[in-house]
């Protein structure tokens, strides 16, 4: 009780003074008799005349009492009700009432703000007002179920606006029974959550797509499988998971610039979306590699789904500004057994099975689709342990140097050669690069290889002229990533510097397929500025014209072998030299040797002179 307040309530005071009134009127002229026994009959009167009074005037002020708190009373309560009123009215939330028929008495301010329906309009009709159709009747239904039965319910519905625009409001409604007419009332409390839904869903969107091409990325990839293996437990079906990868992306990426690789990944998106419809699940799982899934029975129908995904990159490409790109893909296939669960482990084995497979396929030539096999987990595993002895192999020296020589078509004299690496493991032996160039492409590891063999072979060239021996012009390869990944040209230069070799002495050579890019020119300019010669090897596999070439300032084409097959007999030679071509290697003349053996073969005769024989 606060403080100087009135211990008596208005009803107790009342009582009190009515319980001594009735008193007083029936035993105050016992009081008088016992009081005064002498008293006579105008005594008693006068008594009786001063309680009538005493009375009245008791009665007067206790109504005045009575009438000053129930005025104060009424005061306070309505001063409640304008306060109850205003911040209703000013809620930031809609308010509505409605009573047992769903009739609405009331909607605040708010309320009108958020859906735009004015007071005078809302009241007398019902909440389907906002009904926006989105919600079947079965949604409703539960909703009433519940809050007849708990008093309250809560949640996300989705609504329309007087201007029929949808918005999202999270809602509470509570029945409360009204004791003055028996009947209940309805208090809905909503709030407009449109925006704090879109900003979730961007989040979303972000958390779960690939801003590229709108494809669902890897963790969406990953919970959507998931999904599908919860459902295909005991079925018939089996789900199929296919990596699809872009043959040779690395190259086009890197050649024609990153603006032309993420267009093409645009369009392969595109063409994967028109190709499988609605019949297939299509993410961008990493780089250029797409993951598809569908439902396939029997087992065969995945060979079919595969020929499918192929088809879509059998016509070219066509990237702005105006160049026409023919693209390849392999496919790694996976199947489920029907047994699987979903748990993150078989998921996980699920993807490296289709990147098992998926390397079998690039390992058969590419542009073909492979399943997966136990098998392909081994070579997996030996592919890790390949890659780790080879960077281990780099920090130990193991790599070394092959020379093929280069011969003369007219003459038949040795000018030069091709330097070609190799790995001498300590316990597996020579290592072929068909082997582990491959492999330090995947990884990144062919930066450090290049480097290693332009500056050995520079070593080794500074050496044979030291010895006054003349190697002719020295070739080594250079990939396109070492061209376009690394300051290259600085490298070189360093390398002239540092050796003291004579630029004419030592020549690039170049994938055909690395050269596709605007900045190559530029790239090519530099590295003749050096004073170093630049071949194009594998001539004929690439994507450039002829017309294309002349743009380039490069020495020499050399013929893909998948046209000659190198030089082993001589009538091939004859052929070529009808051909007009200037310079040949193969085995009729000299497979690649060590750099000892290649120097006692073709640098040194028994007088000690560089002079190679004719044929």
Same mark, same amino acid.
């Given at each position: 009780?606060?403080?100087?307040?009135c211990?008596l309530?208005?009803l107790?005071?009342?009582?009190?003074?009515?319980?001594?009134s009735v008193?007083w009127?029936l035993f105050?002229?016992?009081v008088i008799i016992?009081?005064?026994?002498e008293a006579?009959?105008e005594?008693l009167?006068?008594?009786q005349?001063?309680k009538?009074?005493?009375?009245?005037a008791g009665?007067a002020?206790l109504?005045?009492?009575?009438?000053?708190?129930?005025?104060?009373?009424l005061?306070?309560a309505?001063? @409640?009700?304008?306060l109850?009123?205003a911040?209703?009215?000013k809620?930031h939330?809609?308010?509505?009432?409605a009573?047992e028929?769903q009739t609405?008495?009331?909607?605040n301010e708010a309320?009108?703000?958020i859906?735009?329906?004015?007071a005078?309009?809302?009241v007398?009709?019902?909440p389907?007002?906002?009904?926006?159709?989105f919600?079947?009747s079965?949604?409703?239904?539960k909703?009433?179920?519940?809050?007849e039965n708990e008093?309250?319910?809560?949640?996300?519905i989705?609504?329309?606006?007087?201007d029929g625009s949808?918005?999202?409001?999270?809602i509470?409604?509570?029945?409360?029974?009204d004791s003055?007419?028996d009947?209940?009332r309805?208090?809905s409390?909503l709030?407009?959550?449109s925006e704090?839904?879109?900003g979730?869903?961007?989040l979303?969107?972000?958390a779960y797509?690939?801003p590229?091409t709108e494809?669902?990325?890897?963790?969406?990839?990953?919970?959507?499988?998931?999904?599908?293996?919860?459902?295909?437990s005991?079925?018939?079906?089996r789900?199929c998971l296919m990596?699809?990868d872009?043959?040779?992306?690395k190259?086009?990426? @890197?050649?024609?610039g990153?603006?032309a690789g993420?267009q093409?990944?645009?369009?392969v998106?595109?063409r994967?979306?028109e190709?499988?419809g609605?019949d297939?699940?299509i993410?961008?799982f990493a780089?250029?590699v797409?993951v598809?899934?569908?439902w396939?029975k029997?087992?065969?129908?995945?060979g079919v789904?595969?020929?499918?995904v192929?088809?879509?990159?059998d016509?070219s490409?066509h990237? @702005?500004p105006?160049r026409q790109?023919?693209v390849r893909?392999s496919i790694?296939i996976?199947?489920?057994h029907?047994t699987?669960?979903g748990?993150?482990?078989?998921i996980?084995?699920?993807?490296?099975c289709?990147?098992?497979a998926?390397n079998?396929a690039k390992r058969?030539?590419?542009y073909?689709y492979?399943?997966?096999t136990q098998?392909?987990?081994?070579?997996s595993?030996?592919?890790l342990?390949l890659e780790q002895?080879l960077?281990?192999g780099?920090d130990?020296?193991?790599l070394?140097?092959?020379?093929?020589?280069?011969f003369?078509v007219e003459t038949?004299?040795?000018?030069?050669?091709?330097a070609?690496?190799?790995?001498?493991?300590p316990?597996?032996?020579?290592?072929?690069?068909?082997?582990?160039?491959p492999?330090?492409e995947?990884t990144?590891?062919?930066?450090?290889?290049g480097c290693?063999?332009?500056?050995e072979?520079?070593r080794?060239?500074r050496?044979?002229?030291?010895q006054?021996l003349?190697?002719?012009?020295v070739?080594?390869?250079?990939s396109?990533?070492q061209l376009?990944?690394?300051?290259?040209?600085?490298?070189l230069?360093?390398?002239?510097?540092s050796?003291?070799?004579?630029?004419?002495?030592?020549?690039?050579?170049?994938?055909?397929?690395g050269?596709m890019?605007?900045?190559?020119?530029?790239?090519?300019n530099?590295?003749r500025?050096?004073?170093v010669?630049i071949?194009?090897d594998?001539?004929?596999t690439?994507?450039?014209?002829?017309?294309?070439l002349r743009?380039?300032?490069v020495?020499?084409?050399k013929i893909?072998?998948?046209f000659?097959e190198g030089v082993?007999?001589?009538?091939?030679?004859?052929v070529l030299?009808?051909?007009?071509?200037?310079?040949y290697?193969?085995?009729l003349?000299?497979?690649?040797v060590?750099?000892p053996?290649?120097?006692?073969?073709w640098?040194i005769?028994?007088?000690?002179?560089?002079?190679?024989?004719?044929v």
């Amino acid at each position: 009780m606060p403080t100087g307040s009135c211990p008596l309530s208005p009803l107790r005071i009342s009582l009190i003074y009515l319980t001594v009134s009735v008193l007083w009127v029936l035993f105050s002229d016992w009081v008088i008799i016992l009081l005064m026994p002498e008293a006579t009959g105008e005594t008693l009167t006068l008594a009786q005349t001063l309680k009538g009074w005493f009375f009245i005037a008791g009665s007067a002020v206790l109504i005045g009492y009575l009438i000053r708190q129930l005025v104060r009373d009424l005061s306070q309560a309505q001063s @409640e009700l304008r306060l109850r009123d205003a911040i209703i009215s000013k809620t930031h939330n809609g308010v509505i009432i409605a009573d047992e028929d769903q009739t609405i008495l009331y909607v605040n301010e708010a309320f009108t703000r958020i859906t735009g329906f004015s007071a005078d309009y809302a009241v007398g009709r019902t909440p389907r007002i906002l009904s926006s159709g989105f919600h079947d009747s079965d949604f409703y239904r539960k909703l009433w179920t519940e809050l007849e039965n708990e008093g309250v319910w809560q949640g996300e519905i989705v609504n329309r606006k007087a201007d029929g625009s949808l918005f999202t409001e999270w809602i509470t409604i509570t029945r409360v029974a009204d004791s003055s007419v028996d009947k209940a009332r309805y208090l809905s409390i909503l709030s407009d959550i449109s925006e704090q839904k879109a900003g979730q869903e961007r989040l979303r969107y972000m958390a779960y797509y690939d801003p590229l091409t709108e494809l669902p990325n890897r963790a969406f990839s990953h919970e959507e499988v998931r999904r599908l293996l919860t459902r295909s437990s005991g079925t018939d079906y089996r789900l199929c998971l296919m990596f699809v990868d872009l043959d040779n992306f690395k190259v086009i990426n @890197e050649s024609l610039g990153h603006e032309a690789g993420d267009q093409l990944l645009r369009e392969v998106a595109t063409r994967l979306r028109e190709a499988l419809g609605a019949d297939g699940f299509i993410g961008r799982f990493a780089g250029d590699v797409f993951v598809v899934c569908s439902w396939v029975k029997p087992v065969e129908r995945a060979g079919v789904l595969a020929r499918t995904v192929l088809a879509c990159f059998d016509q070219s490409f066509h990237l @702005e500004p105006h160049r026409q790109l023919s693209v390849r893909a392999s496919i790694g296939i996976a199947l489920t057994h029907g047994t699987e669960t979903g748990s993150d482990d078989e998921i996980s084995f699920l993807f490296s099975c289709a990147d098992s497979a998926l390397n079998e396929a690039k390992r058969r030539g590419r542009y073909t689709y492979a399943f997966y096999t136990q098998a392909q987990t081994e070579g997996s595993t030996r592919r890790l342990e390949l890659e780790q002895a080879l960077k281990e192999g780099i920090d130990r020296d193991e790599l070394v140097l092959f020379y093929q020589p280069v011969f003369d078509v007219e003459t038949g004299q040795c000018v030069g050669a091709e330097a070609l690496v190799r790995w001498e493991h300590p316990d597996r032996g020579m290592i072929s690069p068909g082997t582990f160039i491959p492999l330090a492409e995947d990884t990144g590891l062919i930066l450090p290889v290049g480097c290693w063999v332009m500056t050995e072979v520079a070593r080794q060239v500074r050496a044979w002229l030291d010895q006054g021996l003349d190697p002719g012009r020295v070739s080594f390869n250079v990939s396109s990533q070492q061209l376009h990944n690394a300051p290259f040209v600085d490298l070189l230069e360093e390398t002239l510097r540092s050796s003291g070799v004579p630029a004419g002495s030592l020549e690039v050579e170049l994938t055909e397929s690395g050269l596709m890019a605007e900045e190559t020119i530029g790239l090519l300019n530099r590295i003749r500025g050096t004073g170093v010669d630049i071949a194009i090897d594998d001539f004929g596999t690439g994507y450039s014209s002829l017309a294309y070439l002349r743009r380039f300032p490069v020495e020499k084409l050399k013929i893909d072998r998948g046209f000659v097959e190198g030089v082993e007999t001589r009538e091939q030679l004859t052929v070529l030299s009808a051909l007009g071509a200037d310079l040949y290697q193969g085995f009729l003349r000299g497979r690649p040797v060590p750099a000892p053996v290649y120097e006692q073969q073709w640098l040194i005769t028994d007088t000690g002179h560089s002079v190679s024989d004719g044929v």
